[in-house]
């Protein structure tokens, strides 16, 4: 496994959108596995291939301390492969989220409360997870990686305006 280095905002990466995973192959495994020392490296709870220059649809999450039953989705830092939301809650929840992509920058954003995520693991088997509170903000910003879309985007109109000079 190697620690990959981190692409920082505004690099042009960032904005592309991701490629599916055709075949899960070794070296798309690597890559995960890769993924998952750098983030846990970086003290990170999630972690998309963009951010490392691989312009493809995996993301890594963190497992997160049970707070709840509902939350016990994770156990050890996973690899999901062409991730996609196929369930969300209405509700809605606003929390502090942060990014290795914007060292030291934390912002308040709206998220749902609960997601359900189709995936692939890192044997090419398919999977789905419930994920709820914390889980479910890092699928959320990990997918939204995948697309370009980044947390800067998702801040309300009055924290825009707030944050101009
Ligand atoms: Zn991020």
């Known amino acids: 496994m190697a620690i990959l280095k981190i692409k920082k ?6 904005r592309k959108k991701c490629q599916e995973v055709k075949e899960v192959t070794e070296e798309i495994k690597n890559l995960g596995w890769d993924m998952v020392e750098t983030m846990t490296e970086n003290q990170g709870i999630g972690l998309s291939a963009p951010q ?12 997160i301390k049970e707070r ?7 156990r050890s830092p996973q690899i999901f492969i062409n991730p996609k939301i196929t369930e969300k809650s209405k509700e809605t929840e606003i929390d502090e989220e942060g990014c290795l992509s914007f060292p030291g920058l934390f912002l308040k954003i709206k998220r749902r409360k609960a997601v359900k995520i189709a995936a692939l693991n890192e044997r090419g088997e398919k999977i789905q997870v419930r994920a709820e509170g914390l889980p479910a903000r890092i699928f959320q910003h990990e997918i939204d990686h995948l697309d370009g879309i ?11 305006f707030k944050l101009k000079p």
């Open 68 to 74: 709840s039953p509902k939350e016990k989705t994770l």
């Open 9 to 14: 905002y505004p690099d042009p990466i960032l």
């Open 150 to 160: 980044l947390f800067i985007d998702r801040l309300s109109f009055w924290q825009k």
């Open 52 to 63: 490392v220059g691989e312009l493809k649809r995996i993301i890594v999450v963190h497992p």
